[in-house]
């Protein structure tokens, strides 16, 4: 294998100067109220550590809220930076704001859920562009409502939505429970069957820079494999796929602000590592 080309595990981040030194540490219960954001940055680096072209490119903003009915309200904001032109200057932003209502169960099954897209060029919103879901699941169907139009898909079996395993993979881990196979609905739209939750107990190792590792795996149809690491607290700091990561950043979504307010391209954190 080409010694230049390895997964995306938190080392290997930190050495690509995607992330520093260190995170944010605070006090964290799974099953309480949380509130994390992660910088989403993809690797450009052509078979190189030099890791040229590679980018912030948006953040995700989770806030977890117990409620008393044996459940949760899961928020969620997402930024994705849009590209106008090959010189990389950005034009705009995809955001999408979510509020979910979640079972307290393994996979924090959504029972309730708001969605909405929202799409801003040079810092005005296109008000033409709106998208909304609403929806709810029961009787092994999932009922949404798009735009005002309502679509019906079948369900069976354990299901969950991508955001909401940000939610649930803590309590796995505080349970001992983590494999699990489900459907999953990325951004409540379209379902991904035989998805396979695990750990990687292989690639478990101890950060020289974040301390204890823990790797949990995820695979199946429609997707690229996704590492999820959860460090000793059991928070999750890092989330990566062959090419992208999470990475737990509580200024991600001022350093988006900043990207867009001062139209620069945003690729290292940390200085080089020798």
């Known amino acids: 294998m080409d010694p230049n080309i390895r997964p995306l595990t938190p ?32 690797s450009v680096g052509k078979r ?5 072209q590679s980018r912030t490119i948006g953040s995700l903003t989770l806030s977890r809220s117990p409620v008393a009915d044996d459940g949760f309200a899961l928020r969620v904001r997402q930024q994705v930076l849009m590209i106008e032109n090959p010189t990389i200057r950005y034009g705009g932003v995809h955001e999408i704001n979510a509020e ?5 169960d393994a996979l924090a099954t959504p029972r309730r859920w708001r969605v909405e897209h929202r799409f801003h ?9 709106p998208l909304v879901y609403e929806g709810r699941a029961d009787d092994g169907r999932v009922r949404q409502t798009i735009n005002g139009r309502e679509r019906v898909e079948p369900i069976t079996g354990p299901w969950t939505a991508g955001w909401c395993l940000f939610a649930a993979l803590p309590r796995m881990l505080e349970a001992g429970d983590m ?28 950060s ?13 149809s429609g997707g690229l494999p996704i590492d999820y690491w959860l ?11 062959l090419h992208m990561a999470f990475i737990a950043d509580d200024e991600a979504e001022e350093k988006i602000d ?4 001062d139209n620069i391209l945003m690729q290292f954190e940390a200085q080089e590592v020798a």
């Open 11 to 42: 080392d290997v981040l930190k050495r690509m100067r995607a992330v520093q030194p260190g995170l944010p540490r605070a006090t964290f219960e799974a099953d309480g109220g949380w509130r994390r954001s992660y910088r989403v940055w993809q």
């Open 258 to 261: 900043r990207i867009l307010r």
């Open 121 to 129: 060029r040079h810092q005005k919103l296109l008000e033409n562009l």
């Open 208 to 220: 020289e820079f974040y301390g204890p590792m823990r790797c949990v795996a995820q695979i199946g």
């Open 179 to 206: 494999e699990h196979r489900f459907t999953q609905f990325d951004r409540f739209r379209t379902p991904r069957p035989d998805q396979h939750l695990f750990p990687r107990h292989e690639a478990d190792f101890t």
């Open 48 to 52: 190189r550590e030099d890791n040229a």
């Open 231 to 241: 460090d000793d607290s059991g928070q999750m700091p890092f989330v990566t796929n």
């Open 100 to 104: 979910i209502d979640c079972a307290n």
